[in-house]
């Protein structure tokens, strides 16, 4: 492996007037930065970043913990993290914990090891209550996607209940009474849109058909086999809300597969807005995410604690759009 010494060799220079360039510090002559420089190209050197960390005690270095990769909403938020990361001169770790607490345990532990500058996480309920006890992590976090009262760590959410009986509203207006709700189980975020779905069922006045309600893991998969199981039901819903675009993609293949018509025989709704909602027939109204400026307000947020431990935290609740399109 090369070395700065090596480098300083090739060079005639000090490792000092190496270590200068590296770090574009002044005071070096042009002609002498431009042969370090070469010599650097031509013997591939890369800095050892870790070493440069224990030196300083600082990182830049963030990680993104999320609970699942495979859902767009976290494609997106990863994104934008990414490029606001790079803005300010900041790598990005991703991690993925599948809503496993073991796993994300893990993560954390490791990260915290290995000094980073902060972590950016969508939380399991596990870690949640944890947090909401005033728990130290002991580096500068921010929590996306689900809230947490905590002095030291900053949240970036939407109004899960608020959003969740406008959707719910909007089937109601387009004639439904009798309506299904699919919902992630495991976070408080699917426990919040049940709630807003409720509140909106009671605002009009409608009983909850509490048979065609159901929790499941947030995958596709699981959003077919529960709509499957509401379609066979001898008094099957008149309208569905899925609560991510997961569940809502297994639901419409369990509608297509039942030779069922959208909106005619079924109505549907879903929260997030996948490029395919618009493209399907008929397209699908959702409640969509702002989930771009979700990850780009986490990573700015972060990178002020790391500048700032003690300032105070902040709470940024985002709004919600409902795209009104056929599915109703």
């Known amino acids: 492996m090369v070395k700065i010494k090596d480098i300083a060799d090739a060079a005639g220079v000090s490792t000092a007037t190496v270590s200068r360039v590296l770090s574009n ?5 042009p002609e002498v930065k ?8 031509k013997m591939n050197y890369r800095r050892n970043r870790v070493a440069q960390n ?12 999320v609970s699942d990769i495979e859902n767009p909403f976290f494609q997106r938020v990863s994104r934008a ?4 990361a790079f803005e300010y001169g900041y790598s990005v770790i991703l ?8 796993k994300e345990e893990a993560s954390l532990n490791l990260l915290r090891d290995e000094n980073l500058a902060g972590v950016i996480l969508s939380p399991t309920q596990q870690a949640l209550d944890n947090f909401r006890e005033d728990f130290d992590f002991q580096m500068p976090m921010v929590i996306i996607d689900r809230y947490v009262n905590n002095l030291n760590i900053d949240n970036v959410i939407i109004d899960n ?13 387009h004639g439904c009474q009798r309506i299904g709700g699919i919902f992630g189980m495991g976070s408080t975020t699917g426990r919040e849109r049940h709630e807003g779905f409720m509140q909106a069922l009671k605002d009009h ?3 909850p058909a509490t048979d065609l309600i159901k929790f499941t893991s947030p995958k596709a998969e699981d959003g077919y086999n529960m709509v499957m199981k509401l379609l066979q039901n001898p008094d099957p819903p008149r309208g569905i809300l899925t609560s991510n675009s997961l569940l809502a993609a297994g639901a419409l293949l369990a509608i297509r597969e039942s030779k069922l018509a959208i909106p005619d025989d079924i109505a549907m709704v879903s929260f997030d807005n996948p ?5 399907i027939d008929p397209a699908l109204t959702v409640i969509e995410q702002p989930t771009y400026e979700i990850g780009r307000t986490a990573a700015e947020l972060l990178i002020k604690r790391i500048q700032d431990p003690t300032r105070s935290n902040r709470q940024v609740v985002l709004k919600t759009k409902l795209i009104v399109r056929q599915s109703c």
């Open 205 to 207: 006045n409608i009983t």
């Open 275 to 279: 490029t395919w909602a618009k493209l």
């Open 25 to 29: 510090k002044p005071h070096v002559r």
């Open 34 to 41: 431009k042969r370090v420089m070469q010599i650097v190209q």
């Open 95 to 102: 991690c993925n914990t599948d809503e496993n607490p073991g």
């Open 54 to 65: 224990l030196r300083s005690n600082t990182s830049k270095i963030i990680a993104l913990i």
């Open 161 to 173: 209940v608020q959003a969740a009986r406008t959707l719910t509203a909007h089937l109601i207006e």
């Open 81 to 84: 993290v990414d490029d606001a």
